[in-house]
């Protein structure tokens, strides 16, 4: 979920009123956001750097305010004011239209094919008598950032140019080329740099580095020009000096660039339906680019008895029609039976099926007003057997005198091979592919290294230290759709000043005993001598069942002992749980 | 037990006064030390009502070690001057008395004596007074003999400076006949014996009182995880409503069942590196139900079924990537596919299972976690239906504030619907995690106190409180 951050007092300014914390608190749950936090920038800023870097900081109250991710039309105040006056009936949603320009031809871009490369897509619109102030520029420049950071997944899918159209003029060309051939002055430098001087300038760059990545590999780079040839824009890099825009800039062109040409429509209507307020004429952006739809409004037709019994309630149709309207879905009854005419705006991108209506219905009903019901499901309960099983063996483990423990289910390549006297490819181990440290490298095979951890850290404990573990290990297995599957096992380990084999002996008769198998060669289980490199030599057997092997017994290698950094003996059980349901 | 014959002795001299007598006072009397009868007060008092003993504090003035030897031999002012004949001594001389230093100055100061530094053969020292009184000796006389009562405060607090005398608090018992008062006391055994069960003397015996204030022994036991005892719990609380338990036990996903079936989009953030732990052995999966994964394709790049689609370009190399599942409603989508393939029978699902998520760890986040999870798939279920079942199940956990603790919702159409669901049947399912609620009830902040091998054994050994999660209906 996005946070947005206001000024409080810009907010009340906005919505014509002021509030008490409470109060907003409770506007923000009946329109289905989140007052997450009351703060001010000193505040922050101390909590993060220490109330000394805080000292010159604002202390103006800001909202944070968490917003449902696909909700892009709430990520700036212009946004949130409009819905939430609407939602109070204080305002009618507006209409949002495209115009032409009074005088000549509207602003074109060409896009040639050589952006099939590296960045196909491109859309653009005008802002024409646009009036910034400080709060309005600040704004426009942030929401800009916060497109950026979520929909358009850090710039890779799309990315948002906006430019002083009086400083340029078109028709404009979107392009690609080789980086040593793009050349210009880009945003706050002060001479001109190609395509690969910025790639390495950038490399330092605490924000734009976090964009290279995008194109740095490509064979060529996406620029726009305009027909004097002046480069506007590098997407997803950085714009040009020459076309950046000031708090007197009257006229704003906004292009954007994209692998995802629905998102880049998106993010278009949402920049220009978000400032067009601002404008001489509000509401009225320019179109650009007469190939795609932007600001397009559709039309969906929906039953009342289908928001009734989807969302548990009895309104009338008409009522229905007015709930959706005041979430900025202008609806009507059409006086055919139930039916009722939704317009979803450009602001909605996502609104994308009737569930989405219907929960917006919800919302505006309140859904705290909807009466609880229970289903009347009948249903008959059933446990997983092997959860079952589980269940009933921890318990009877503990009153054999064992402590369970709960370890993780990930750990490094050493924990299950090296340590254990083993190597990495016997243990027919997942790998991780991105593990952020050593201690996700693999889900584990055994549940042992788990046990020993728990054990080193904790050897201030009095001895002895009988601990168990039932859980999962994952092993691969190419009869799985996924190439792995988990293999339920029990771990148990006996800690102290000498082995205690016969401790750890009496746990597994124990619960053989618990599981109704006999102590009998054949039908029943018995153990018998094996070599295995985590147990010292001759004091290690393997557990059959029927026959099959299920597990293994002994008192651990004084090797891995060391490698786990324990001290003392120690006799440890592990053995498979599933051959038992 | 204290000696039997003191026991006895004090209680006859008990027996003779009726409104009681000091323990000081019976221990000189029977010439014994004080903590020897204090020693036999509480036996007594440990074997019932014999005696009642009232503890008393007074203060008294006692004489020190060195006020004794002046009192015995007086003061080193009056001894340095008897030393000192009518010839007078050798400065010398009389420091190697015991007493020299400090008498010397003390008798100059009392103009006793004087030094004739020029002398020949040294400093000599002479009497100037005839004789002395030896104030100092006779007043510690007569505190000794505890006539204390004739001396000012003054004069007291002046010996005390001297470290002559000093005021010490004597604690003494008051003791007084009880209300079973008897002159002899049989010896109280301590714990009933086997033998004293057999041969029935246990019935002549009286037995030493238990003290009911202290500990009992830890018993020597073995103990549940709290986290998996409130999985338990929980689990009880599904199976109570009628929930049947799937089977999550498989960490490892496909991108497709994880994400594509739920109709997450191949570009959220969610599967991002920086979210997801992907595999690199196995790093593909394979076998997905073909005409199924062609609806699920449609539904992304195209829509369909009342939908508009995500419009992008849905990508089966993106959903064949292997993961460790980032939650349990991977294993809800095989369910409610599964469910789908044959004649649809409404159902409660629920699971308790690890997910896993590669994100920056904190205080409350680590890279694995339990999800609870429970669905509901039935025909026309409601909005209201949802936060019935939510009430329910959270009311059962005796948790008020359960908005804060967890999602839930309606399963997408676009989701359902591509598996081959009715249309009219809706699914509803909620989940949270299971080591949130957990560390609320325990009190535990840092969530590596609760999970992992660095947990102290000794908190699994004492959060065991049930309360909680049992006394609720």
């Not at chain 1, 802002?127 to 710039?155: A, G, P, V």
């Not at chain 1, 009737?354 to 446990?383: K, L, S």
């Not at chain 2, 607090?157 to 003494?172: A, I, W």
Request: proline share 4%.
């Amino acid at each position: 979920m996005p946070t947005v951050g206001v000024k409080r007092d810009l907010l009340f300014k906005a919505l014509g009123r002021t509030y008490t914390d409470e109060e907003f608190d409770e506007l923000c749950f009946e329109f289905g956001l989140e007052l997450d936090e009351i703060t001010s920038e000193k505040e922050i800023i101390s909590r993060e750097q220490g109330d000394s870097k805080a000292s010159g900081a604002s202390d103006i109250i800001l909202y944070k305010i968490d917003v449902p991710a696909n909700r892009y039309d709430l990520l700036c105040l212009e946004g949130l004011v409009r819905g939430l006056q609407v939602f109070k009936n204080k305002l009618e949603a507006p209409r949002y239209r495209r115009v032409s320009p009074v005088n000549g031809e509207p602003q074109k871009l060409i896009i040639t094919k050589e952006t099939a490369a590296v960045r196909p897509f491109a859309v653009a619109a005008v802002l024409r008598n646009i009036t910034f102030t400080q709060e309005r520029y600040d704004s426009f420049i942030e929401l800009q950032e916060k497109l950026h950071q979520n929909i358009c997944r850090k710039r890779s899918l799309v990315a948002i140019g906006t430019h002083d159209l009086d400083t340029i003029s078109g028709p404009f060309t979107y392009t690609a080329k080789a980086p040593g051939d793009i050349c210009f002055r880009p945003l706050n430098q002060t001479k001109e740099y190609t395509a690969t001087q910025l790639m390495s300038l950038y490399k330092t760059d605490s924000h734009l580095r976090h964009y290279l990545h995008i194109i740095e590999d490509k064979p060529v780079y996406p620029v726009i020009y305009d027909s004097n040839g002046i480069v506007l824009s590098m997407p997803p890099i950085i714009n040009g000096d020459h076309s950046k825009i000031t708090l007197k800039t009257k006229n704003v062109f906004i292009e954007c660039t994209a692998t995802d040409v629905t998102k880049a429509k998106i993010v278009l209507d949402m920049m220009v339906t978000m400032f067009s307020e601002y404008c001489s004429q509000p509401f009225t952006p320019f179109k650009v680019l007469l190939v795609f739809q932007e600001l397009a409004y559709r039309t969906e037709r929906l039953s009342s008895e289908f928001i009734n019994c989807k969302v548990g309630i009895n309104e009338s149709t008409e009522k229905i029609a007015q709930l959706l309207t005041r979430m900025c879905l202008r609806s009507r009854a059409t006086g055919v039976g139930d039916e009722i005419e939704v317009e979803i705006p450009p602001t909605r991108s996502d609104v994308i099926h009737a569930c989405d209506i219907m929960e917006d219905a919800a919302v505006a009903y309140g859904f705290n007003n909807i009466t609880r019901t229970t289903p009347r499901t009948y249903t008959v309960a059933h446990q997983f057997p092997l959860n079952k099983l589980t269940e009933l063996l921890r318990q009877d483990l503990a009153a054999a005198g064992f402590t369970e423990a709960l370890n993780f289910a990930l750990c490094s390549q050493e924990d299950i091979a090296d340590k254990l006297g083993k190597k990495i490819s016997e243990t027919k181990a997942a790998h991780i592919s991105n593990p952020k440290t050593a201690e996700f490298q693999v889900a584990r095979t055994t549940l042992l290294p788990g046990l020993l951890k728990t054990i080193a850290a904790n050897r201030k404990m009095p001895l002895p230290l009988k601990l168990f573990e039932i859980s999962d290990v994952v092993l691969q297995d190419e009869t799985k759709d996924v190439g792995a599957r988990n293999s339920r096992r029990f771990c148990a380990v006996y800690y102290n000043k000498s082995p205690g084999f016969e401790v750890i002996h009496g746990l597994l008769d124990r619960t053989m005993q618990l599981l109704d198998v006999k102590s009998a060669r054949g039908e029943g289980y018995h153990i018998q001598a094996a070599d295995d490199p985590t147990f010292f030599p001759g004091r290690c057997a393997e557990i059959f069942v029927q026959g099959k092997s299920v597990g293994r017994l002994g008192v651990l290698h004084p090797d891995v002992i060391n490698r786990f950094e324990l001290t003392m003996p120690c006799s440890a059980l592990e053995m498979d749980v599933e051959p038992f349901l | 037990m204290a000696d039997t014959g003191v026991v006895e002795a004090l209680l006859r001299r008990v027996e003779k006064v009726d409104d009681g007598v000091d323990s000081l006072e019976v221990a000189t009397s029977l010439e014994l030390d004080h903590q020897v009868i204090v020693g036999a007060v509480k036996s007594l008092q440990a074997v019932g009502d014999v005696i009642s003993a009232e503890l008393r504090s007074s203060k008294h003035w006692e004489l020190t070690d060195e006020g004794r030897e002046i009192a015995e031999h007086g003061s080193h002012e009056a001894r340095v001057f008897g030393s000192i004949p009518v010839e007078g001594l050798p400065q010398s001389e009389l420091m190697k008395l015991s007493f020299g230093k400090i008498g010397f100055s003390k008798a100059m100061s009392n103009k006793w004596i004087r030094l004739d530094k020029a002398h020949e053969g040294g400093p000599r020292i002479f009497r100037t007074v005839e004789s002395i009184e030896d104030q100092v000796r006779e007043k510690l006389l007569l505190l000794q003999k505890g006539n204390a009562s004739q001396l000012e405060e003054k004069e007291k607090n002046e010996l005390k400076k001297r470290k002559l005398l000093s005021e010490v608090t004597v604690k003494t018992y008051w003791i007084m006949k009880g209300n079973s008062f008897s002159t002899t006391v049989t010896k109280q055994e301590t714990e009933l014996t086997a033998e004293m069960i057999t041969n029935g003397s246990w019935k002549e015996k009286k037995f030493k009182p238990y003290n009911f204030e202290a500990m009992g022994v830890a018993p020597d036991c073995g103990h549940l995880h709290p986290l998996m005892k409130v999985r338990t719990q929980f689990r009880q609380i599904f199976l109570e409503m009628g929930f049947t338990e799937m089977p999550t036990n498989n960490f490892i996903e496909s991108s497709f069942w994880n994400f594509d079936s739920l109709f997450q989009p191949q570009q959220h953030p969610a599967r991002d590196q920086h979210d997801t732990f992907f595999l690199s052995d196995p790093a593909l999966a394979h076998d997905f139900p073909q005409d199924y994964l062609e609806r699920v394709k449609k539904v992304h790049s195209e829509g369909g079924f009342g939908s508009q689609g995500y419009k992008y370009d849905w990508k089966i190399e993106e959903a064949k990537k292997n993961i460790l599942r980032t939650h349990t409603t991977a294993v809800s989508a095989r369910m409610l596919y599964k469910l789908a393939q044959q004649k649809f029978t409404p159902v409660k699902y629920f699971s308790i299972d690890r997910v896993f998520r590669n994100e920056t760890l904190d205080a409350t986040h680590l890279a694995e976690f339990h999800q609870i999870e429970g669905v509901v798939a039935d025909y026309g279920l409601t909005l209201g239906d949802l936060m019935g079942v939510l009430h329910q199940f959270f009311t059962k956990l005796g948790l008020k504030k359960w908005v804060e603790v967890g999602n839930s919702g309606i399963f997408r159409p676009e989701m359902l619907l591509p598996m081959g669901l009715p249309e009219d049947v809706s699914v509803i399912a909620w989940g949270l995690s299971l080591e949130r609620p957990t560390m609320i009830k325990y009190g535990i902040n840092n969530i590596r106190e609760l999970v992992g091998h660095k947990v102290n054994l000794q908190m699994v050994y004492d959060k065991c409180g049930w309360t909680d999660f049992t006394f609720r209906m």
